[in-house]
């Protein structure tokens, strides 16, 4: 189980960092993503981690803005987002998936199989 929280209301040119804290399963086996979902459009792809932190993948646009870690001791994964304008309202979600997919990290909703509730980021210009 997963359960994303740290959205939030934010003016442009703010900083957000959300949260997504695992139950249930082996979070430092567990490679993680953030997708997110903004007012009518489809969820999209927005980063993702290995299991062992080492490796990351970002959807080109967020590159250099947003940034994902993950603390396995904690068994919580973060977005730290800065300089939000209003194309990052969203909704965001963490997900992953089992078994563990080997290879490069994937950017696909199908690629994943187990989603948190999502946490709404509203950014307000």
């Known amino acids: 189980q997963l359960q994303a929280s740290g959205g939030g209301l934010v003016q442009a040119g703010g900083s957000l960092r959300l949260s997504c804290t695992a139950s249930g399963h082996t979070f430092g086996n567990l490679n993680m993503a953030w997708f997110r979902q903004g007012p009518g459009k489809e969820r999209e792809f927005v980063a993702a981690?290995?299991?062992?932190?080492?490796?990351?993948r970002y959807t080109d646009s967020l590159k250099g803005r947003f940034t994902i870690s993950r603390h396995n001791a904690k068994n919580t994964l973060y977005l730290q987002m800065n300089s939000l304008t209003s194309e990052d309202t969203a909704v965001y979600f963490c997900?992953?998936?089992?078994?563990?997919?080997?290879?490069?990290?994937?950017?696909?909703?199908?690629?994943?199989?187990?989603w948190g509730q999502g946490t709404q980021v509203t950014v307000s210009s």
């Open positions: 981690i290995g299991y062992n932190g080492i490796s990351t």
């Open positions: 997900a992953s998936r089992l078994p563990r997919l080997v290879g490069p990290l994937r950017a696909g909703t199908t690629d994943y199989n187990i």
